[in-house]
């Protein structure tokens, strides 16, 4: 890559990064003029003290509420949810949760503004290179979102979602990405150690993919290792103490960069196997990203060693597989596809998906024989 040669997507998200951050939720949608917001959340975001802080700052100010996304959202939900929306009139979307709550947000304001079936606006992988993302140019309307977790979901102006079929329908638009994002560590009180380690290991894979796509860029390399590295040291002190109000809030920094990492550099081969997994076993995608993640990049080592090598630095170490092995050591993540639930002998079907994944598009190792990712797979499991 010509360091003065490059394409950057820069977004236009208001991060709002404190303790209490989410006390500035009417405030900011008072700034961006919504009157009549939908808020989604997931039944168990719903249960928590977080979720009654949002439905108090709001009070009767909720256009609809809907309160039970699942993982893994699908293209029924988001329809059902966008069809009710429209009904209701809302003029923006407050999204409390993780990234499934994110991509349902992104999903019915696509369809709000686009109208027509969901899969009609999806990007198109044309092997072994070409991606197609139609035109999506009406305006949208402005998401707020609250994370609990630490994937960075909620920054991308990506998303995928479940069909009927057990396929991930991919999308991208800029205009998706939240317009404002109140990181606030409280939030993440309810979310045990466990689940938030995971979804950053799906941040922290932002951040390594984006390293070496081949869309990749200085600006988005500066902050995927400086995300690297908060990664490393924030999910060994969860790992540690679980109530480390200074881990998560390092976590939701982290989290918050890899997605501005992701908004411009892309994903490549390792989230392509991701999306496959759980569009078809329903794994969580925390948990797949972070069985994943060092067979992916020991298989595109050969040809990224130089960005291989620095995001290995970042973690203080010198071999990036060994540092991934070594932080799932470290902090209790999934490490296992079999652990997972997933069976050997599924394994040759789902690197046959994987082929048909845009992520490939952007691997800097081409892929071009499911016997490449059948050999990651295998390796994992």
Not at 57 to 73: E, K, R, T, Y
Not at 173 to 200: G, K, Y
Request: glycine content about 6%; some cysteine.
């Amino acid at each position: 890559m010509n360091a003065h040669e490059f394409a950057h997507q820069s977004l236009r998200t208001r991060l709002v990064l404190r303790a209490g951050a989410v006390h500035a939720l009417r405030e900011e949608l008072d700034r961006l003029g919504v009157k009549r917001p939908l808020l989604l959340t997931s039944p168990r975001t719903a249960t928590s003290a977080l979720y009654a802080t949002v439905q108090d700052l709001l009070q009767d100010g909720v256009a609809l509420s809907v309160s039970d996304i699942p993982a893994h959202s699908s293209v029924q939900t988001a329809t059902r949810i966008a069809d009710a929306a429209r009904r209701a009139q809302i003029d923006g979307v407050v999204a409390v949760g993780g990234g499934s709550v994110s991509d349902t947000a992104k999903a019915v304001t696509l369809l709000l503004a686009e109208g027509g079936e969901l899969a009609r606006h999806a990007s198109r992988f044309i092997p072994p290179r070409q991606v197609i993302i139609p035109a999506l140019l009406a305006p949208k309307l402005p998401i707020v979102s609250i994370p609990v977790t630490a994937s960075g979901a909620e920054v991308t102006p990506s998303f995928g979602i479940r069909t009927d079929a057990g396929t991930k329908l991919l999308f991208w638009d800029a205009q998706l990405a939240s317009r404002v994002v109140l990181a606030d560590p409280a939030a993440t009180r309810d979310i045990p150690a466990a689940l938030l380690l995971s979804t950053a290991m799906n941040g922290l894979a932002h951040c390594i993919e984006g390293l070496y796509s081949t869309a990749r860029s200085p600006i988005a390399s500066v902050l995927a290792l400086d995300a690297t590295r908060r990664f490393g040291s924030a999910m060994r002190d969860l790992a540690r103490d679980a109530q480390s109000e200074a881990a998560r809030a390092e976590l939701m920094l982290a989290a918050h960069m890899s997605g501005m990492v992701l908004a411009s550099a892309r994903s490549c081969l390792h989230h392509a196997i991701c999306h496959v997994l759980g569009a078809t076993f329903g794994v969580p995608h925390g948990a797949a990203n972070a069985v994943i993640l060092p067979h992916a990049v020991r298989f595109n080592a050969p040809a990224a060693q130089a960005e291989t090598d620095a995001a290995a630095h970042a973690l203080g170490g010198n071999d990036l597989p060994a540092c991934l092995m070594a932080l799932q050591a470290d902090t209790g993540v999934p490490a296992r596809l079999r652990d997972l639930g997933i069976a050997r002998d599924a394994l040759p079907a789902v690197a046959h998906h994987v082929m048909g994944e845009r992520g490939l598009a952007f691997n800097p190792r081409p892929v071009t024989d499911p016997d490449d990712v059948l050999s990651i797979l295998m390796a994992a499991w």
